[in-house]
């Protein structure tokens, strides 16, 4: 039977956050088996799996895709709420807009360098809430 929540995240800047503790730590007891996924209601901020371990891996994420995706390009149209907007709503089409994780022996199943990324790409990025269902 499939459980379904919301959860909001506090408050990140623009770049590429670990919130895999902002994740587990409002997850009720898991299954001993299973899939969590993970869906951000939002569309200019997007979610990866990545590297955990080193914070220059997710500063290289952001030069690439700030480099890739430049704000206020000026062949966007979609312009009236600011220079990082359309820039946003494409990086977060490239990046997808959910995750899904195994379950094993009640706790998620990720590798040992592996951690759930918020990529934020707003400048003034909101409070971001993410659907959670556990299957």
């Known amino acids: ?34 899939l969590l996924v993970v869906f ?3 569309t200019s901020a997007g979610l990866t799996i990545n590297e955990n371990a080193d914070p220059d891996v997710r500063h290289d994420f952001r ?8 704000d206020g390009a000026p062949y966007f149209i979609h312009t ?11 990086k977060a089409s490239l990046v997808g807009s959910s995750v899904t994780i195994p379950i094993k022996n009640h706790h ?6 592996q951690g759930v990324y918020l990529c934020e790409f707003r400048d003034g ?10 299957l």
């Open 108 to 113: 998620l199943n990720l590798g040992t360098w």
């Open 1 to 34: 039977m499939a459980k379904t929540f919301d959860i909001r995240l506090p408050h990140y800047s623009r770049g590429f956050h670990l919130i895999t503790r902002d994740i587990i730590s409002q997850l009720p007891t898991l299954p001993e088996n299973g």
């Open 80 to 90: 009236l709420e600011g220079p990082d907007d359309m820039s946003a709503h494409i």
């Open 125 to 134: 990025g909101d409070t971001r809430t993410l659907s959670i269902t556990i």
């Open 63 to 70: 030069t690439f895709f700030d480099k890739l995706v430049p």
């Open 40 to 42: 951000i209601k939002h």
